[in-house]
């Protein structure tokens, strides 16, 4: 089922799910647990990065180790979100568009730690982006989108958190 938001040159496809289960989330346990890959924090339901109180928490017995879901995710090369960008302006314009791409990420990633850039492909006029959260892949192209017009489309996967993301202008 296709429909088109009111925003021009932008297209949803399928539909949003609410806040499915996320197998990645850790199970309850540890008061305090951090990832032994990237040294994020897990402490309330709350992840966050912090290098000062990583320190205290590893040296705290009762702390739990886990793998975090952004790296779960990477080390399963399982993306939250694709986004493809093309287009003969971007051939133009790569450079600038690569730089904002990853301002987007640094920006996103102090907000929510876990929105990670996974991998940046560059093949031919098409480059692939893909991301440990859909809302990462979203906010992707919605800035891009914002920045250097073009078009934009999203297409929801049914029953799970993920999204693929294309923007182009020719
Ligand atoms: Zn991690």
């Known amino acids: 089922m296709a429909r088109l938001s009111h925003k021009t ?7 949003r799910t609410a806040r499915s289960t996320d197998v990645y989330l850790p199970k309850e346990g540890k008061e ?3 990832c032994k890959k990237c040294g994020i924090i897990y402490r309330q339901k709350r992840w966050f990065m912090d ?5 205290q ?3 705290d017995p009762a702390a739990g180790t886990l793998v975090c879901p952004a790296c779960q995710r990477m080390r399963d090369n399982v993306p939250g979100g694709v986004v493809t960008f093309s287009g003969d302006y971007l051939k133009k314009h790569e450079e600038e568009v690569l730089e904002l791409i990853k301002n987007i990420e640094a920006k996103s990633r102090a907000k929510n730690p876990l929105g ?3 991998e940046i492909r560059q093949e ?3 480059l692939t982006v893909s991301t440990t959260e859909d809302k990462l892949a979203q906010k992707l192209g919605r800035d891009i989108f914002r920045s250097h017009k073009g078009d934009l489309h999203f297409k929801w996967s049914e029953g799970e958190n993920f999204v693929r993301v294309e923007w182009k202008r020719d």
């Open 124 to 126: 031919g006029s098409e």
């Open 32 to 34: 305090v647990s951090w």
């Open 57 to 59: 928490v590893k040296a």
């Open 51 to 55: 290098p000062t109180e990583l320190e």
């Open 116 to 118: 990670r850039i996974m």
């Open 9 to 15: 040159g932008v297209e949803e496809k399928g539909q």
